[in-house]
Each structure stands twice: as C-alpha cells, then as structure tokens.
C-alpha cells in the first residue's frame, strides 16, 4: 500500500563503567515506515464534524499549509457505512482511506484531509478527532478552498509505538533455507534465490515491499456478496487476462521501483497506463512518470509510500499525470522538477471498489476487472513472497521466527483471474514493479477468494479521460 521510508535516528544509551564514568553510545539505526505513521479508525472518524473552509477561490495550486481566512462553516456527519450528511440534510458520500485520513463528497464538492498525528513512525499520538489541513474543491476541480476539520465528540488520542528495526543497513541476504523449505513442502508456487536482491540493504527490501504495515488492530474482512453480485459474476468468463484479449495485450511493460517505498505510485501508474490502452484501443500507449507523483504530490509520502486511492484516483484528478520523461524515475526522494510545459492526463473518477473502503469482495473485482479494466490493490507481503518464483501463490507461513517487519503492505495491479486447470486452485493474475525478472516475467498469481494475504480488502478503479 502503502509504503515506507526510512529515517535514521540515535538512540541514546548510557552505560555505567568503571565506577564514575559514563560514556554515551551513539547507534545509528534505521527506521522503515509507510504511510503517515497516523492510525486512525472507522469508529474513530464516523460520527458529526466542523469544517472551517476559506473562500473557494484558489485553483490546483493552492498549497493549504496555512489555513488562511475562514469563510464557510459546515458541519458534517459521517454514518455508516458511508453517507455524510450536511447540516441541511442533504446527502452525499464518504470513505476511510485506509488508517491515514478521509474523503467526503457531497455537494458537488470534494474534501480530503490526513487525520492529525505528532510523532514519528517509532512512537506517534494519533489525533483522530482533528486533521491536518486539508484540500476541498469542486467536482469541476475548478474552485479550490482549504479546510480543518474538528470532530464534534472527542476521541481519546491514541499512541502507538513500533519498534526499531535494527540491521536495516546490513546488506540484504537471500533466505536459503526458506527458498528450500518453500519448494518442500508445498507445490501450489515454488521458489528461487534472487542473487540480484543482494545489492539492496535490508532496509531498502522493505520499502521495495510497500514498507512495514501499519499495525491495524483490525482490518475490513471482505464484504460478504449479496446474490446479484454473485449471479452477475456467474455470467463472466471462466478466466480472463488484460494481456491478452483477443490476442491483445492492454497492460504496459513491467518496471522495477529500486529501493523506494514508491510501489503505490508504480501500481497508480501502471493502472492508468493500461486505461489509456483499453480507453484507446491501444492508439495511446503511455509510460506515466511515477517520480512526478513521488517529488511531486502532497498527498503522498514519496519513497515513504502512499495510497493508489489518492494517486490513481485524487491526484489524477486534482493534477493530471504525465509522461515519464518529464520527470524520469531517480528512486529518490529528489525535489519536484516535473517538465511544466508537459500534457496531462486525468481521470474524471475513481472509487474503491464497491463505494468506499471496507465494501471490497472477490465478486466486485472480478466484474469491476473484466467491465472497467485492471484494478490496483493492497496486499500484505511476508518474507516467503520475496522469493517467489511462479505458480499460484499462498503465504506459506515457512518463516516463523517472529519479526515485527516482516508484514508490509504493497500496492500492484491485478490484471487477470483464472483457475489451475489440474487443481482447480483460483488465482488472480497480478503485475508487480520488481522488473521483469522477478517471478512469471514481472507479474504472479495469487490465491483468489480466501482474501489472501488481505489482497481482496482495498481494490481502486478509475475512469480515464484518453
Ligand atoms: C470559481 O472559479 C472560476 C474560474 O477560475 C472563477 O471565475 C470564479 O470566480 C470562482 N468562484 C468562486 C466562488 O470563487
Ligand atoms: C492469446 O490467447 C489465445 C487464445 O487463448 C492464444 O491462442 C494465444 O496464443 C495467446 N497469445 C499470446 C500472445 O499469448
């Protein structure tokens, strides 16, 4: 999903020695997080808010790191599962975005902001009651304000606190006995040593993953599917993949993201990617730059990671995407040098599947996929994925020493689905941003309909303006 970054910190330790002396030792680690280190939930932010708003004359960029004079108040309330109403009474919509913040749209209007936070990814206070400042404007994305929300009841202020991962800048080493333990005792997906991983350190294996997952006391299950979504899942093909319809493929090369926790800006890239192919009947083939989105865009971390929901879906709308060359990828938290006489390209919507996040199932992707297009999603990486070789993938659970980094959060485009002809197995097919080297030329399959992994928790669609 999400993704990481890493910071280094010093920790401080005293030692008594000899008698009188104390000495300080200066240990350098290094932290790997994702997202905003921010954990809020549903029951956190359902309930009746105040927005303060400025006056809805700014355009695009319209930076809200000062509020500025407030002209508009609104209240709005959040109820389940996802209308908001405002104080006159009427209706729109709204969605978590994750644990990081919310979106409601309603009245013609569209506001995002992250929940509040202080801290770090090693000890934060989250603020759920409050947000950083936040974005509004319309649906015509013409007439921009700023806002702060405050919720109307108090929610306790919540600590959470990880812990340091301390050989983050040892080298990284392939697990040999897990690769050999993997391709034993199971024969749903085999393994193999990827020697080329051994130039990254530890550290940046994980922000490759998506980075360390955000310690969600719980998250959504699937929703169950009602019986129309499962009869209009029965009239689809038995199996189906975007590479080949027809003999045509709609999916654009597979890229490699380097040691950055940028995965969420690759899977919102390549998801466009193959829009623009399918909106075109492959006329267009665009390469987006997902270093425009990691330099470039407040509503995600950069190489600390980010969300193809606001990606995909809120920056393609609010900014437009562009070209790669007019920011050719670096994997680096480097400033924003996007080429500004570059064309854009937006979407004119975008959604979680089913409406909002939390409403996801098997049965809403499939058809979501085959009618709309690819889907991005959220899935959890253990260490045996990294490894992964080919054949329907599972978490085997092989690696059981217990390591609180070892579950990140990664975000891909799933492109496909089918079912092993022998076995019967359901998988989906899915395109990674690990190069094409890595597992069946870049992409894996994965078990479909047990939300494996929490792959079927959090799938983004989008519409295209080709
Ligand atoms: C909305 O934007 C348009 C076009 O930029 C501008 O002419 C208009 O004055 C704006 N409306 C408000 C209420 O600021
Ligand atoms: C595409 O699918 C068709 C029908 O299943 C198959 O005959 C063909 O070889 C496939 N093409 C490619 C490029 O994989």
């Not at 812990?163 to 199971?186: E, F, G, S, T």
């Not at 699937?222 to 709609?250: H, I």
């Not at 998801?271 to 390469?287: G, H, K, P, S």
């Not at 959890?380 to 217990?402: P, Q, S």
Request: aromatic share 12%; with cysteine; glycine share 8%.
């Amino acid at each position: 999903t999400a993704v990481l970054h890493c910071q280094n910190v010093f920790l401080k330790i005293s030692f008594s020695f000899l008698k009188q002396k104390v000495f300080l030792l200066l240990v350098c680690v290094t932290v790997v997080w994702s997202d905003t280190p921010g954990n809020c939930l549903y029951e956190d932010i359902r309930g009746t808010w105040t927005f303060q708003e400025t006056e809805r004359s700014g355009d695009s960029s319209l930076s809200c790191d000062e509020l500025g004079p407030v002209v508009h108040t609104k209240t709005f309330t959040l109820s389940f599962p996802d209308t908001a109403t405002d104080e006159l009474g009427n209706e729109g919509t709204w969605t978590l975005i994750y644990n990081q913040g919310f979106e409601i749209n309603i009245n013609e209007r569209s506001y995002f902001a992250f929940s509040y936070y202080e801290g770090d990814w090693l000890e934060v206070t989250s603020y759920c009651d409050r947000t950083f400042n936040g974005w509004s404007r319309d649906k015509t994305v013409r007439n921009w304000s700023c806002f702060s929300a405050q919720k109307n009841t108090k929610v306790a202020p919540r600590v959470t606190r990880r812990p340091v991962q301390r050989n983050a800048d040892a080298p990284y080493k392939n697990d040999r006995d897990l690769v050999r333990k993997i391709n034993d005792r199971q024969t749903s997906w085999t393994a193999r040593v990827y020697p080329e991983d051994e130039k990254y350190t530890v550290g940046e294996m994980y922000q490759r993953a998506g980075g360390l997952a955000s310690t969600l006391p719980t998250r959504p299950s699937p929703a169950p599917a009602t019986p129309e979504q499962r009869a209009r899942v029965s009239l689809l093909p038995k199996s189906f993949d975007w590479r080949n319809v027809s003999g045509e493929s709609y999916v654009s090369p597979v890229r490699d993201q380097g040691g950055c926790g940028s995965c969420y800006a690759f899977a919102s890239m390549a998801n466009l990617e193959a829009q623009v192919r399918i909106a075109t009947r492959n006329q267009r083939q665009d390469v987006f730059s997902p270093q425009d989105v990691v330099s470039c865009s407040v509503l995600a971390q950069g190489c600390m990671g980010g969300f193809d929901y606001l990606i995909a879906g809120r920056y393609a709308m609010d900014q437009g995407v562009v070209a790669e060359e007019c920011n050719p990828y670096d994997g680096s938290d480097s400033q924003c040098d996007t080429d500004t006489a570059c064309a854009k390209t937006y979407v004119s919507e975008y959604v979680h599947v089913g409406g909002y996040y939390g409403a996801c199932n098997e049965e809403l992707m499939l058809q979501a996929l085959v009618e709309t297009g690819p889907i991005s999603v959220s899935f959890e990486v253990y260490d045996d994925f990294r490894n992964y070789n080919g054949g329907i993938y599972h978490h085997t659970g092989l690696k059981n020493d217990f390591n609180p980094f070892e579950i990140t959060n990664h975000v891909v485009l799933v492109v496909g689905y089918g079912a092993d002809e022998a076995t019967g197995e359901k998988y989906w097919i899915v395109k990674n941003s690990w190069g094409a080297n890595w597992g069946e030329d870049g992409f894996f399959r994965i078990r479909r309909g047990t939300d494996e992994c929490s792959l079927e928790s959090m799938a983004v669609q989008v519409t295209i303006i080709p």
